[in-house]
Nanobody
Framework: QVQLVESGGGLVQPGGSLTLSCAGS????????MAWYRQAPGKQRELVAQ???????FYADSVKGRFTIARDNVKNTVNLEMNSLKPEDMAVYYC?????????WGQGTQVTVSS
């Protein structure tokens, strides 16, 4: 069984930075993707960034150049460094891992961008 626990959310001013962390436990293999999704009130959950160990990370157009995803396959962690935050980045951010058997989600961490 895989468990994912996010941390690092909080309140930040527009233009500020925040780094989210996700700690995974259980059977996590580097050949499968880990990702960050987000869901804003009244909107569908959307993919923000995804990383597999040997493939160039994927970023949503809305965060390219501002967010960086990084993965540590030894510690089973995936971080999301977020810079130049905008009010539209405000959402609950979820860590995700998907393998051949199932898909796993963390509980989510709130990111609030407001002055």
């Amino acid at each position: 069984q895989v468990q994912l626990v996010e941390s690092g959310g909080g309140l930040v001013q527009p233009g500020g930075s925040l780094t989210l962390s996700c700690a995974g436990s259980g059977s996590i293999a580097s050949i499968y993707p880990m990702a960050w999704y987000r869901q804003a009130p009244g909107k569908q959950r959307e993919l923000v960034a995804q990383i597999i160990s040997v493939i160039t990370p994927f970023y949503a157009d809305s965060v390219k150049g501002r967010f960086t995803i990084a993965r540590d396959n030894v510690k089973n962690t995936v971080n999301l460094e977020m810079n130049s935050l905008k009010p539209e980045d405000m959402a609950v951010y979820y860590c995700n891992y998907k393998d051949s058997r199932s898909e796993y989600w963390g509980q989510g961490t709130q990111v609030t961008v407001s002055s």
